[in-house]
Nanobody
Framework: QLQLVESGGGLVQPGGSLTLSCATSGLTSGYYAIGWFRQVPGKEREGVSC????????YYEDSVKGRFTMSRDNAKNMVYLQMNSLKPEDTAVYYC???????????????????WGKGTLVTVSS
């Protein structure tokens, strides 16, 4: 069963904004890290942003730094990705993912994550 559920994807014009949401209520044992990844056909899965719970570090991929902001609302068991100044190259399926086993990998590597949502499509086009 799905333990992470993403929502909020859609079509947006270049320069626009979009907020993605990830419901984490299915992770009954919590997580050591939570993050967002994206993938397009013919490209490797790319870490976009993640939060390491143990040390509180937040990471951003260079191409989104300054444009995207990741946040959490622990009371609501929700994780968000606020995306601003969107570019066509941001078009991808975005996945929410979690490390529930303390993998030892830095959270922006996909091997760190053992739980994945099914993804939500973001299309940036004029």
């Amino acid at each position: 069963q799905l333990q992470l559920v993403e929502s909020g994807g859609g079509l947006v014009q270049p320069g626009g904004s979009l907020t993605l949401s990830c419901a984490t209520s299915g992770l009954t044992s919590g997580y050591y890290a939570i993050g967002w990844f994206r993938q397009v056909p013919g490209k490797e899965r790319e870490g976009v942003s993640c939060i390491s719970i143990g040390d509180g570090s937040t990471y951003y991929e260079d191409s989104v730094k300054g444009r995207f902001t990741m946040s959490r609302d622990n009371a609501k068991n929700m994780v968000y990705l606020q995306m601003n100044s969107l570019k066509p190259e941001d078009t991808a399926v975005y996945y929410c993912a979690a490390d529930t086993y303390d993998s030892g990998y830095v959270c922006y590597y996909y091997n760190a994550m053992d739980q994945w949502g099914k993804g939500t499509l973001v299309t940036v086009s004029s």
